[in-house]
Nanobody
């Protein structure tokens, strides 16, 4: 069973920076995509950033130029560096990982989620 454990998060003033980390355990396979999503009260969970095992990244428009996602040197770890934080970045941030397998010509995707970590941007 794959488990994702997040660390980081907390309270930061507008314009400040914060880093999140996520480590996956319970698998010997490299996870194909790792990323971060967030959910604010009353709003659907939304993509923040993803990164493939090959290093390709994808960012939400709202965080481009401010956030940076990276895969760690340790297998199946991912970090999110958040700069120039705004109050609207306040949310619970969830680590996500996807493993893709192909067997018998059939593609399967396995989706995993962390428990979430609170990020609050407030003065």
């Amino acid at each position: 069973q794959v488990q994702l454990v997040e660390s980081g998060g907390g309270l930061v003033q507008p314009g400040g920076s914060l880093g999140l980390s996520c480590a996956a355990s319970g698998t010997i396979f490299s996870l194909d995509v790792m990323g971060w999503y967030r959910q604010a009260p009353g709003i659907e969970r939304e993509l923040v950033a993803t990164i493939t095992s090959g290093g390709s990244t994808n960012y939400a428009d709202s965080v481009k130029g401010r956030f940076a996602i990276a895969r760690g040197n340790t297998k199946n770890t991912v970090s999110l560096q958040m700069n120039s934080l705004k109050p609207e970045d306040t949310a619970v941030y969830y680590c996500n990982a996807v493993r893709v397998t192909v067997a018998g010509g059939k593609r399967n995707e396995y989706d995993y989620w962390g428990q979430g970590t609170q990020v609050t941007v407030s003065s």
